[in-house]
């Protein structure tokens, strides 16, 4: 056998210190001092707010907030079954036991048995028909979380249940014609007859099938709420959510108070990557309703086991395409369906979709398209919200596509990706009509591809697998572009509150909320810009309901664009004031009054910037305000699925080398280049760490994150972290490449900043198909591998055994 791989391979750990210890370097603690020339806040590294507070323990998370006196704890029955009639419930039993204070149904909601984020189709308790294994059926309420988890579980002893078969994969589900939604369908004609006469006619077809897996979002912080009753009726919910106003809703509904009366409250999530936009939601209502009930507070901390049987995911998608091309490798017309596993409700499900389909043509200009999206209803937990929110799906297929076309003509994929691209100033409409104005996707990859010797290790690769029969390797480079906005016209708007304390502090309010992206930190870097004052002047409070009224959810990867904007709107206000009390006091132009470095130049004069603030408090000058932003120019019909959904777009692109055993299916990723577009970065240490952590999170969803429910009883099998593999500090390539593409966002974003918490997860496209590439080796690159994502060891196996048997 040939040597397995690379000696640096070999010293994993040592790779890592490499890692972290060059992670640590681009912390510029120096950059604050030099900043000091023009005053500059933004676009400066610097440490997470929290990091001190992470590293030390310190930080507060829901489950460290001293519990008050007669706090009581919950946990829930679940549905043993994936599908069948709730006929009867031995609940007494279970109220009769030791330490036991409560057991709750849906009998027992005050208000709507109802948690859906956007159809109303999703009970907080099961009132009747099961829907999958894992459906909360009932809430036991003790003394301890112990009592109230081992009661809990007895739910198999106490529910009578008829059940039935389950519908479990979107193949089913579409075949049965069971959706959760009505079919989308978008299309394109920019000829006669549009997709299919183009297909009819290309010189060249392709016909095929192809699927990619879920993901579970494995947040570190499971989905808590702790509910604490108020006077007069009122509700206090500290809830582990991206969408404290969505949860206010939910659970006045479910208690039947007016909003005012719920305050909803979230310091910090120990991530939430999707997973705490809509499914925070039941939880935050069961507590609330036992809280409400037994008039003390209570608390639910689900356990990793009954988080993953609850809880949705990311959705997978089964994809049937038809695509004509020309001889070199162009798209000429392409018609795809699309059917994900939608489970058992609508939840998101319909915006993930429309998100696929919008971003099918990912970074290509296709021409005649058709595409038709069905959200599968199955037995299974209801899929929701994930880092890319359907954007990765729709991406990946068309990309797919392309290493196909690429291989069946001989070509190399890059060649024929690039001849697909975007242009400048014609082919550059995507289907859904909206003009693609800021294109730098050619500069971007050619800068990629020359800093990574690209061309250079695809001609290496062939050698080393020329003389390698066991070991092959692979490289590939993906692009990307991706849509920023919610896809949601009026969920682009934030506000945000400002104070200015008379010591010259600062406190910052908003409605994102923080889940370790950074958002606190950018939002304190703008204010602090806006108002020329240190860092750590700016101290940026939790998320609450009762500040910042009807937020947005942090997602899509607005909280920067949306809050920043926010904050600086507010911040600007209270500079402008504070510009005018001192050209009244001290001479001058209000509008040539300088702030930066705490100091505040006026008419010649430099004051210290809390000097002027007191001087303003003495001239009763507003020193609070509040800031409001709505992204402009943006339309959608969602009928003809047509408009501007996206303010702009970001680009980004990746070059993986990956090592694969023939014999076992077994592969590692041995370098990574990233080039990626965050526009003029706010912070650009936190920004890199978003995208190296989106490239493993994707490298994970793409090839060892793999969800299996079992067939007959429709439970998820893979339910922890024994059975479900998410990628570890091993999986970090030796050699991990990343920086960002210097240039400003085309539009007036904040500070010129981009979007940088979902597009980086294309980029590990890049890892499953250098996996591609290497498989494809062993067929001497005449067969394409049949490759299913998630490439695991198993699949690779069965994708080399057919393409060997296919070219013997």
């Known amino acids: 056998m040939n040597k397995p791989i690379d000696a640096r391979l070999m010293q994993p750990a040592e790779a890592f210190a490499n890692y972290l210890k060059n992670a640590a370097a681009r912390i510029d603690v120096g950059a604050e001092a030099r ?404 294109n730098i996707i050619e500069e971007l990859v050619t800068q990629l591809e020359t800093s990574s010797d690209y061309r250079a290790r695809r001609a290496a690769t062939a050698a080393f697998n020329a003389a390698s029969p066991v070991l092959k390797r692979g490289l590939a480079l993906a692009p990307l572009k991706f849509g920023i906005s919610f896809n949601v016209k009026h969920f682009n708007q934030a506000g945000a509150l400002v104070h200015v304390y008379t010591d010259g502090s600062i406190l910052v309010n908003h409605g994102a909320t923080e889940m370790g992206q950074g958002v606190n930190t950018k939002v304190a870097q703008v204010v602090a810009h806006e108002l020329g004052v240190s860092f750590e002047s700016v101290r940026v409070t939790a998320t609450d309901t009762t500040k910042v009224a009807n937020t947005s959810a942090t997602a899509a990867s607005t909280g920067a664009d949306l809050n920043g904007k926010a904050a600086q709107d507010a911040a600007r206000q209270i500079r402008e004031r504070l510009a005018a009390c001192a050209a009244e006091r001290h001479g001058g132009d209000a509008a040539a009054v300088q702030f930066a470095n705490d100091k505040v130049v006026v008419n010649g004069r430099t004051l210290d910037f809390c000097t002027l603030v007191a001087e303003a408090y003495m001239d009763r000058v507003q020193l609070w305000s509040d800031g ?14 047509k408009g501007r959904p996206f303010y702009y777009f970001a680009y980004g692109a990746a070059v993986s080398e990956v090592v694969v055993d023939t014999l076992t299916g077994e592969w590692k990723l041995l370098r990574a280049d990233i080039l990626h577009d965050a526009g003029r970065s706010l912070n650009p240490a936190v920004d890199i760490g978003q995208v190296e952590g989106a490239f493993i999170q994707g490298m994970g969803w793409l090839t060892t994150e793999e969800l299996m429910w079992h067939p007959q009883s429709g439970k998820l099998t893979t339910h922890a972290p024994s059975t479900y593999k998410i990628p570890t500090a091993n999986d970090c390539p030796p050699v991990f490449n990343v920086q960002l593409y210097e240039g400003d966002n085309f539009e007036d974003s904040i500070h010129r900043s981009k979007a940088v918490g979902e597009p980086p997860l294309l980029l590990p496209f890049s890892v499953f198909y250098a996996i591609r590439d290497a498989i494809s080796s062993a067929g001497d690159h005449k067969v394409d591998p049949p490759l299913r994502a998630p490439a695991t060891s198993e699949a690779i196996l069965n994708a080399i055994t057919a393409v060997q048997a296919s070219a013997a």
């Open 628 to 641: 409001f932003y709505a992204t402009p120019g943006l339309s959608w019909n969602k009928e003809t699925m």
């Open 35 to 438: 900043a000091h020339d023009d005053g500059a806040r933004v676009g400066i590294s610097r440490p997470h707010e929290s990091a001190q507070l992470h590293v030390a323990g310190e930080a507060t998370y829901i489950d460290d907030i001293p519990e008050l006196t007669g706090t009581l704890h919950c946990a829930l029955g679940l549905s043993p079954v994936a599908n069948g009639r709730l006929t009867g419930m031995s609940l007494d039993a279970l109220r009769a036991l030791p330490g036991v204070v409560a057991v709750l149904s849906a009998a027992d909601i005050p208000g709507t048995n109802d948690c859906g984020s956007i159809v109303h189709d999703d009970p907080i308790l099961c009132s009747g028909d099961i829907r999958y294994l894992g459906q909360p059926v009932f809430a036991v309420i003790a003394e301890t979380r112990d009592i109230a988890r081992r009661v809990a579980a007895r739910a198999k002893d106490v529910l009578t249940i008829e059940a039935a078969p389950p519908v479990l994969t979107p193949q089913q589900a579409h075949a049965k014609g069971q959706y959760v939604l009505p079919p989308m369908h978008l299309e394109r004609a920019t000829h006669e007859g549009g997709a299919k006469a183009a297909i009819a006619k290309a010189p060249h077809r392709l016909q095929s099938t192809f699927e990619v897996g879920g993901q579970e979002q494995f947040y570190l912080e499971g989905q808590i709420s702790y509910a604490i009753p108020k006077e007069g009726g009122a509700m206090h919910v500290h809830c582990s959510t991206q969408h404290p106003s969505e949860m206010q809703h939910l659970v006045a509904h479910a208690l039947r108070l007016h909003a005012n009366e719920v305050h909803v409250e979230c310091r910090r999530m120990g991530g939430g990557f999707g997973g705490k936009e809509s499914q925070s939601g039941l939880f935050a209502c069961v507590a609330a309703i036992a809280a409400h009930t037994l008039q003390r507070p209570v608390k639910l901390r689900l356990d990793r086991d009954d988080d993953f049987l609850i809880t949705g995911r990311r959705h997978c998608f089964w994809y049937e395409y038809e695509v004509g091309y020309d001889d070199e490798g162009r798209i000429l017309g392409a018609e795809i369906s699309m059917v994900s596993r939608a489970g058992h409700s609508a939840d998101l499900s319909g915006p993930v979709m429309t998100r696929a389909m919008c971003h099918f043509d990912n970074a290509y200009w296709l021409p005649d398209v058709s595409m038709h999206g069905y959200s599968g209803k199955t037995n299974t937990q209801s899929n929701t919200a994930f880092r890319g929110f359907g954007g990765p799906q729709g991406a990946i297929a068309i990309e797919n596509i392309l290493d196909t076309v690429a291989r069946a003509l001989g070509r190399d994929p890059l060649d024929v990706r690039r001849l697909n691209f975007y242009g400048k100033t014609e082919r550059n409409v995507t289907p859904y009509d909206q003009v693609v104005t800021d």
